[in-house]
């Protein structure tokens, strides 16, 4: 008996990516595009292919009105066809929100980054400062203490 497959439209679309992904891959699971993959070294990427890879109807993404637009562009990218037309508006729009959400915590991402490296540079410079400053202050008494001797008190709170 066949393996029963949701309803869900997440689900179907999911099946869809992943058909076109393992064709990309040169993974096919669909035993005719195994065979294709052995005869001719590739199996091409098409609505038909990946209907079939993905054990669903072609008549799902082969519409121009299909309810899987986004799939139906993807296919269409991959298999080097030009001239896609975007989905509707809500589709146009919603891709375009979520690709300023992503840029948007990118951004967040980056500037807390640069942020973190300033604030380490920063305290790197005071450090910097610090030696260099007690550098000084050993040379000076090195050069004040080397007639008396080759040990020198590095501790101001040895001396008496």
Do not use: C
């Not at 997440?10 to 040169?26: M, P, S, V, W, Y």
């Not at 375009?96 to 959400?101: E, G, I, N």
Request: charged share 35%; hydrophobic share 35%.
């Amino acid at each position: 008996m066949p393996k029963q497959r949701g309803r869900a439209p997440d689900t179907i679309e999911q099946d869809f990516l992943d058909a076109i992904e393992r064709l990309k891959a040169g993974l096919p699971q669909h035993p005719k595009h195994k065979e294709w993959l052995k005869k001719r070294g590739s199996v091409p990427i098409s609505i038909s292919s990946v209907a079939r890879e993905a054990g669903r109807a072609r008549g799902l993404i082969a519409a121009e009105d299909s309810k899987y637009q986004k799939v139906r562009n993807l296919v269409l990218l991959e298999a080097g066809e030009t001239g896609i037309e975007p989905g509707n508006r809500q589709d146009v729009i919603a891709d375009l929100r979520a690709q300023v959400a992503e840029l948007r915590a990118e951004l967040r991402s980056v500037r807390d980054h640069a942020a973190y490296h300033f604030k380490m540079r920063s305290e790197a410079e005071k450090r910097v400062q610090d030696y260099r400053g007690r550098y000084e202050r050993l040379q000076r008494k090195v050069e004040r203490s080397a007639p008396r001797g080759p040990v020198i008190s590095l501790f101001p709170e040895d001396e008496g």
